[in-house]
């Protein structure tokens, strides 16, 4: 009798769609949801890292030497040098010793920043608010749910 919504067609143009998350963040599209950014002086570092890398291996291959072997034991290149300190197997040519040395002195010129930079944009949370999404926080800031960030 005093039953207000009567069950089955209550829904009919009543309610709106159930809110979902997407609707209020999305991927944030700076970092890809990453997260994190590399930072672009470690990008050209290893751009030339790689050339440094091909270079050391051709003198190698032009001196009739093992392409990923050791030659000088001089570096601690990771993937291009087996271990660290150990001695040249035969005497090496002053061509690989000259690639494998420009090789070592651009590995002790690595950039100082940290590789992999938080997102500035998400602040490492690799999403970001949809427009409704700012709009609810706004909601809940004029009532005072919203903590400030430290
Ligand atoms: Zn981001």
Redesign the pocket.
Known sequence: MNDPAPPGDGDAGLQHEPLAIEDLEQT?L??Q???T?VDPAWQVWRERLRELADAAREAREAAGLPPETPATGMGVVIDIHGGAGQSPPVDVPSAVADAERALDDHMDARPLAYEQRR?A??R???V?LTDLGVELVALLERHGFVRSFG
Do not use: S
């Open positions: 944030c700076t970092c949801g990453q997260g950014r997102c944009l998400c490492g949370n690799g970001v």
